[in-house]
């Protein structure tokens, strides 16, 4: 099992959260694991962490969760683009006798609008710039391959949460699926907020010492730089 947090930027902190129910943990999802882990676990057997479902389901957690985070990245690359090319999708509306606003959709102009007759032809203007600079953007987004990012993204995230589900529902049979367990727990909660907060040293601390011990017991399912 790697030592070492991966660290995340503002960035992708920023879009995680974007995302929002991704991380809603999601249902359905079997993998058979919970039969394998609790007939183990209730056996005189040394566990065996090759057959411990939980560290399986680890690894491909594991590999989950670095594709998210390269598609996040490469979304990030794509947004700059984007935003290069692509003037803000809003426009300015001066109301008589008030300030003026930005305005973002149609629903806002509604809201600054109203009824009023003597501001149809500054509401026509603005709704004809709100719609050439979405139809621009679209264009833009289309042809660098935003959209199709953005899917990839959203897609990777949900598969970590699904992933990271199905772990937390599947009894681990050795130390190393325990060291799983927080591992997935830590990287993925600990990106959301602050490192040095509670809980995130403690479970770092417990993972670390699970490690430790693990090496000592079973070094071959520990090895430094390993797959677990």
């Not at 079997?30 to 882990?37: D, E, K, P, S, V």
């Not at 060291?179 to 993925?188: H, I």
Request: aromatic share 8%; glycine share 8%; charged share 25%.
């Amino acid at each position: 099992m790697a030592d070492s947090d991966h660290s995340m930027s503002f960035g992708r902190v920023t879009r995680r959260l974007a995302l929002g129910g991704l991380f809603v943990a999601t249902g359905g999802w079997t993998f058979g694991g919970n039969t394998l882990a609790r007939a183990t676990a209730a056996s005189d057997v040394a566990p065996d962490p090759e057959r411990d479902p939980a560290v399986q389901l680890w690894r491909d957690w594991h590999v989950a969760y670095e594709q998210a985070m390269c598609r996040c990245d490469r979304l990030q690359e794509l947004e700059a683009a984007l935003a290069e090319r692509v003037d803000a999708l809003w426009t300015v509306v001066s109301v008589p006798g008030g300030e003026e606003t930005i305005v973002c959709s149609k629903a806002a102009l509604d809201r600054i609008i109203g009824e009023r007759t003597d501001m149809a032809e500054i509401r026509a203007r603005a709704e004809a710039e709100l719609d050439a600079r979405q139809a621009h953007f679209e264009v833009v987004a289309t042809e660098i391959g935003y959209f199709v990012g953005l899917r990839a993204e959203q897609a990777g995230f949900a598969r970590c949460a699904a992933l990271l589900e199905a772990l937390s529902g599947t009894p681990a049979v050795s130390l190393a699926g325990v060291v799983g367990k927080l591992d997935a727990v830590l990287r993925n909660g600990a990106d959301w907020e602050d490192r040095s907060a509670f809980p995130w040293p403690q479970i770092r601390s417990a993972r670390e010492d699970l490690t430790r011990i693990g090496r000592h017991l079973t070094p071959d399912a520990f090895s430094q730089g390993g797959s677990r």
